[in-house]
């Protein structure tokens, strides 16, 4: 399906999760390579400012967060399904969790000094300066993990979900994968790459082998893409995903908003509302080089608001 567009990057987890997504429904896509830190010109001409990896874009319509961007990929291809019925809704709230919760003991458990030397390798102390700073401010009031509660962490986490699979289940939640698999994955994936860390994993044998199975999917069949073409692409397409704002929702149609995450990298997007209900909210705004393009976020884990023109502030 070359109609999906993926903005990312290669180590980025967020990215694996949907990748690996990709994978399990054997879909075609185009691949754009995106920086792994500001200035990211490009991406803001698409977002608006989101500057989180990845994202995924369809024609002008750009789909931010992987919460989001996996039910688009869901319905454009249904089969075989991402959140099968037998899981319930415990797969949301195992995704969710893993979402937050896990990933932020995996990426600074994995980032510690022997990690960061085998992700990093060779790159020059400049760039090492530059790549914590642009953390850092996309994470400013986060309290990180020690590395030593960082391991304990982990290892009740993941002696959990290995305990999940000791009645001999293939995926986490029964025979299917569901979006809890991919979720988990991204971490697991995460820590794999700096093998000097990665022995936090190794008792914990039930879930590796889970974790190949998730992994032997692969990630469907890429094909790179300029960022300057998926710009053109954006500003080439006049049609849109079908969007409505729903009655009392607080916001009415043609509204001025703003819309940001809620708990790190929290860049305000705005625009004009065109979208609003229970799972979504979507903006329309104007670029000189993207042209007119409609940008998607979920409704769990942002903030929408009005801009107050009398002072400037929003309330």
Same mark, same amino acid.
């Given at each position: 399906m070359s109609d999906l567009v993926l903005h990312h990057y290669a180590g980025s987890p967020f990215s694996e999760k949907v990748r690996l997504i990709l994978g399990y429904k054997g879909l075609a896509w185009k691949s754009v390579t995106v920086p792994v830190m500001l200035p990211k010109p490009d991406v803001?001409?698409?977002?608006?400012?989101?500057?989180?990896? /990845?994202? $995924?874009?369809?024609?002008?319509?750009?789909?931010?967060?992987?919460?989001?961007?996996?039910?688009?990929i869901d319905a454009m291809a249904p089969q075989p399904p991402l959140y099968p019925v037998a899981a319930g809704g415990l797969q949301?709230?195992?995704?969710?969790?893993?979402?937050?919760?896990?990933?932020? +003991?995996?990426?600074?458990?994995?980032?510690?000094?022997?990690?960061?030397?085998y992700l990093f390798g060779d790159a020059p102390p400049d760039f090492l300066k530059?790549?914590?700073?642009?953390?850092?401010?996309?994470? /400013?009031?986060?309290?990180?993990?020690?590395?030593?509660?960082?391991?304990?962490? $982990?290892? +009740?986490?993941?002696?959990? $979900?290995?305990?999940? $699979?000791?009645?001999?289940r293939q995926f986490l939640l029964g025979a299917q994968p569901c979006i809890a698999d991919f979720s988990v994955a991204q971490s697991i994936w995460y820590i794999r790459r700096a093998p000097p860390v990665a022995t936090v994993l190794a008792p914990f044998t039930r879930l590796l082998a889970w974790y190949e199975r998730v992994a032997a999917f692969g990630h469907g069949t890429p094909e790179k893409m300029r960022s300057d073409a998926a710009l053109e692409l954006a500003a080439g397409t006049h049609r849109f995903a079908p969007t409505q704002v729903e009655a009392n929702a607080g916001f009415a149609a043609g509204d001025a908003v703003t819309v940001a995450p809620?708990?790190?990298?929290t860049d305000l997007v705005s625009g004009t509302l065109v979208g609003l209900n229970q799972n979504e909210v979507v903006i329309e705004r104007k670029d000189e080089r993207a042209g007119t393009v409609h940008v998607h976020f979920p409704r769990i884990g942002y903030q929408i608001k009005k801009p107050k023109i009398d002072s400037g502030e929003t309330k």
């Open positions: 803001v001409a698409l977002t608006g400012g989101y500057r989180r990896t /990845p994202f $995924l874009q369809v024609g002008a319509d750009i789909y931010c967060d992987t919460a989001l961007m996996c039910r688009v949301h709230m195992l995704a969710q969790w893993a979402d937050t919760t896990l990933f932020w +003991s995996a990426i600074p458990y994995t980032m510690q000094p022997a990690g960061a030397q530059a790549f914590a700073a642009d953390r850092a401010a996309m994470t /400013p009031n986060l309290r990180r993990a020690t590395t030593v509660d960082g391991a304990a962490q $982990l290892a +009740s986490y993941f002696g959990w $979900l290995d305990t999940e $699979l000791a009645d001999g809620t708990d790190y990298a």
